[in-house]
């Protein structure tokens, strides 16, 4: 039986009655997060890798400790290869202003996007391309003609592990595998894969990874990059300052080695703390086993079938017919003659919170030929009631706006 998340949210005790369904956007915190950031700001704060006393060296070993709690999470193979960013759009936009000085990468060849992504995984592969003369091409399924365009041309693919905006899993391992026989690297968004399911990066062979934590019960303003040791060790750092610093001359300056050369200036210690903490939670809730995974897939089924009993409703899965991909537990919908934004502020009234819009999307919303949808998102907090009461909702909506008696 499932357990009752709602009493480790705190948000539950305050508001009861809410529904919360947009975990895609940021889930809510734990009270083990709450506690972990509230008692290491109180008892514990100081900054780290610079005092000669006892309290920063506390935070250093704390902050350190959690970097290889990371990297043991994600399977990595040493901690020097977690770095910690302001979340998945920082750590893909602190890669390519790296990527930018880098001879690797050549005019004339080609970075290959999916047009799921979102912009924060398009837009700096966009300026990129710009900046060094290459050429963008897109995935708009992932059949083996289409991946055909990972050829000895391409040099960087970037792909989600799950979209944000119609919750489509591409087939990561065989891009990966397809992107490496042509020797070209993959940076994986993982921005709403890590929520849900586990990743051995070492065994995946991903070059790059980006998530953040606020996706996963911790606080926004923290995220990874997670990158394989040579490439690191080759890429030169985006911003300067810090510890990132190990040696300044008047004309020339040396910088840190591994991990510090990418974290410049004071980090996120408080993010670092609470990502920790939300890290212990999916632990110690065994939410990434088989059991966490199938209730996230019962409850996307259940709520798919319910939704498909309402002829006013239209639920967007781009590619289901060719069984190419699978889906997480994200769906997005439209309701017939009703704004996505007024779907949302209706369900408002009944304290249903949804996502409505082109969720940071636009190509995808363009190549579907929408200009938005409604999307729900599911975590660990949810239930079959949750999908029960959107249903009864829903059927209001349109009352609302007079199309129905």
């Excluded at 009861?16 to 514990?44: F, Q």
């Excluded at 091409?137 to 391409?154: G, N, P, R």
């Excluded at 905006?165 to 921005?191: E, Q, R």
């Excluded at 997670?226 to 750092?237: D, V």
């Amino acid at each position: 039986m499932h357990k009752n998340y709602h009493q480790d949210f705190p948000v539950f005790e305050k508001k009861p009655e809410l529904i919360y369904l947009d975990s895609a956007a940021s889930s809510l915190r734990p009270y083990t997060v709450v506690k972990a950031m509230k008692n290491y700001g109180a008892y514990s704060h100081a900054n780290i890798h610079r005092g000669a006393y006892a309290l920063s060296y506390e935070a250093t070993k704390k902050y350190e400790a959690i970097r290889k709690q990371v990297a043991t999470w994600i399977g990595a193979k040493m901690p020097e290869e977690v770095i910690f960013t302001q979340g998945t759009t920082d750590s893909i936009n602190h890669l390519v202003r790296s990527f930018e000085s880098e001879s690797h990468f050549e005019a004339g060849k080609k970075i290959v996007l999916s047009i799921f992504e979102h912009h924060s995984n398009l837009v700096p592969w966009q300026q990129l391309a710009k900046k060094k003369n290459m050429r963008l091409e897109y995935l708009y399924d992932f059949s083996e003609q289409a991946l055909d365009i990972i050829d000895d041309q391409t040099q960087i693919v970037a792909i989600t592990l799950m979209s944000n905006a119609v919750g489509l899993m591409p087939p990561i391992s065989k891009i990966i595998k397809k992107a490496h026989a042509v020797g070209a690297l993959v940076v994986g968004d993982a921005a709403q894969y890590m929520a849900h399911y586990p990743v051995n990066v070492d065994a995946l062979d991903i070059d790059f990874l980006a998530f953040s934590g606020h996706k996963l019960y911790g606080p926004t303003g923290i995220g990874v990059l997670y990158g394989k040791h040579q490439w690191l060790t080759r890429l030169a750092p985006p911003r300067f300052g810090g510890d990132m610093i190990e040696y300044v001359a008047e004309q020339e300056t040396t910088f840190a080695p591994l991990p510090n050369k990418f974290e410049a200036g004071t980090p996120n210690i408080d993010g670092v703390i609470g990502l920790g903490s939300a890290i212990e939670y999916i632990l110690s809730n065994k939410t990434h086993t088989s059991e966490g995974i199938e209730h996230m897939q019962q409850l996307r089924q259940y709520a798919f079938t319910e939704l498909g009993k309402l002829d006013f409703i239209q639920c967007i899965e781009p590619l289901k017919e060719t069984g190419e991909s699978a889906y997480g537990p994200i769906i997005s919908f439209v309701v017939k003659d009703v704004h996505p934004h007024d779907v949302a502020s209706i369900l408002d009234q009944s304290h249903i919170a949804i996502r409505a819009g082109h969720h940071c999307a636009q190509p995808l919303m363009k190549r579907l030929n929408l200009s938005g949808t409604c999307r729900i998102s599911f975590s660990i907090y949810n239930t079959t009631n949750d999908i029960d009461a959107l249903i009864v909702a829903l059927k209001s909506v349109r009352r609302w706006l007079g199309y129905e008696s």
